[in-house]
T-cell receptor, first 113, second 116 residues
Framework: AQTVTQSQPEMSVQEAETVTLSCTYDTSESDYYLFWYKQPPSRQMILVIR??????QNATENRFSVNFQKAAKSFSLKISDSQLGDAAMYFC??????????FGTGTSLTVIP | DAGVIQSPRHEVTEMGQEVTLRCKPI?????LFWYRQTMMRGLELLIYFNNNVPIDDSGMPEDRFSAKMPNASFSTLKIQPSEPRDSAVYFCASSFAGGGPYNEQFFGPGTRLTVL
């Protein structure tokens, strides 16, 4: 079965500091994609960053970067220079080449001023 | 592009009533997904369509739930009869298989359903 696990239900970070959210997944597929979505209080799901499994280089989007370890099936999200607007629920998602995504249970991030 | 459109944004109904949620995917997208989000279960995939055809409805909780996609620009999720445990936020998302390697899903704003 395909599963995605986010072991940290809640995290907090001081403004301007760095925080890492963890995600692990289980699959027998060799080619797939990984995503981090952000859900602020507005409920809107927003794509933060994505990673192709066949790429060894970790994806980076401004202050957001990932640590992708394929052998360990780990896909963590690092947020640098945290801002108040980063406060949200973060979901890790896994998807094979195609369409259906599998989401984790989410990590609620609080940013402390 | 207006993005994925869902209506209504909020729905309050009484137990036993029929509820219909609506979704308009992004023009040109060929996949459409319905999700349910609750505190207890997180984000669950209910059903998804490809080119208006239901591909996997194994996530639909009960026969009370049904979904249709009569054309490429419209889908409905119906609950009949509704129960209090159906209270949740329901999201619609769409994606385009030929839009690049990622098949990113674009989400609508969700419908918050409350069944009293």
């Amino acid at each position: 079965a395909q599963t995605v696990t986010q072991s940290q239900p809640e995290m907090s970070v001081q403004e301007a500091e760095t925080v890492t959210l963890s995600c692990t997944y289980d699959t027998s597929e060799s080619d797939y994609y990984l995503f981090w979505y952000k859900q602020p209080p507005s409920r809107q799901m927003i794509l933060v960053i994505r990673q192709e499994a066949y790429k060894q280089q970790n994806a980076t989007e401004n202050r957001f970067s990932v640590n992708f370890q394929k052998a360990a099936k780990s896909f963590s999200l690092k947020i640098s220079d945290s801002q108040l607007g980063d406060a949200a629920m973060y979901f890790c998602a896994w998807g094979p080449t195609g369409n259906q995504f599998y989401f984790g249970t989410g990590t609620s991030l609080t940013v402390i001023p | 592009d207006a993005g994925v459109i869902q209506s209504p944004r909020h729905e309050v109904t009484e137990m036993g009533q029929e509820v219909t949620l609506r979704c308009k995917p992004i023009s040109g997208h060929d996949y459409l997904f319905w999700y349910r989000q609750t505190m207890m279960r997180g984000l669950e995939l209910l059903i998804y369509f490809n080119n208006n055809v239901p591909i996997d409805d194994s996530g639909m909780p009960e026969d009370r739930f049904s979904a249709k996609m009569p054309n490429a620009s419209f889908s409905t999720l119906k609950i009949q009869p509704s129960e209090p445990r159906d209270s949740a936020v329901y999201f619609c998302a769409s994606s385009f298989a030929g839009g690049g390697p990622y098949n990113e899903q674009f989400f609508g704003p969700g419908t918050r359903l409350t069944v009293l």
